[in-house]
Nanobody, 125 residues
């Protein structure tokens, strides 16, 4: 099992930027897909972005494509989410997640085994 700790959430005005980090420990970070999900009040948790073990494959939700960038540093066991041109509808708790199986690019919630505690992102209009 892997332990995940997110940081970097906060309050930002619409149009602004925010960066999230997720530090991982407890298993071989470099062979698993890592993902970001979010959950807005009253809504189900949804996929935001994922990054393959090498960083070469980065699927995104349509709602964030072109505005958010996921990246990873395997030497630091850390995955990042840079969020630009933020909108009020991006307001949510953002969760970092680690894939269940190595060497698989996955984007659905049930394919992730480990979850961080979440970090709040609030975008004001």
């Amino acid at each position: 099992q892997v332990q995940l700790v997110e940081s970097g959430g906060g309050l930002v005005q619409a149009g602004g930027s925010l960066g999230l980090s997720c530090a991982a420990s407890g298993r071989s970070f470099a062979i698993y897909t890592m993902g970001w999900f979010r959950q807005a009040p009253g809504k189900e948790r949804e996929f935001v972005a994922a990054i393959s073990w090498t960083g070469g494959n980065t699927p995104y939700a349509d709602s964030v494509k072109g505005r958010f960038t996921i990246s990873r540093d395997n030497a630091k066991n850390t995955v990042y989410l840079q969020m630009n041109s933020l909108k009020p509808e991006d307001t949510a708790v953002y969760y970092c997640a680690g894939g269940k199986l190595p060497f698989r690019v996955v984007t659905t919630e049930n394919e992730y085994a480990s979850w961080g505690q979440g970090t709040q992102v609030t975008v004001s209009s």
